[in-house]
């Protein structure tokens, strides 16, 4: 019989600030850019559709054009693809963090 343990470890002090606007618009489009070519050959793969995540009144969408994926403010501009997919998070915070 296979055994897993859990070797996370988490710490209960106050969480790093989080700021989702500058996440989505400045941190992850730079680092899909900056990986893209691991992360396309997966969502190729995979068949993702476009995604749109909502904190505090504000959204942004994810979508994949050729080679790139698309991070922008609001919903993808056009008609809902179907099988597209809106989260809605509110305030993307942690009440733990791990190191």
Known sequence: ???SVDVRTRTDGEPA???PGRF???QLPAALEANHEL???G???LGLRPITIESGGDAW???WDSDRV???QGLA???LAPGSKTINWPGLSATSSRP
Request: hydrophobic share 55%; glycine share 4%.
């Open 43 to 45: 969502a190729a793969l």
């Open 24 to 26: 989505f618009s400045d």
């Open 17 to 19: 600030a989080f700021d």
């Open 39 to 41: 992360v396309m050959p």
């Open 1 to 3: 019989m296979k055994m």
């Open 61 to 63: 969408s994810l979508s």
């Open 70 to 72: 698309v991070v922008q």
């Open 77 to 79: 501009p056009g008609p």
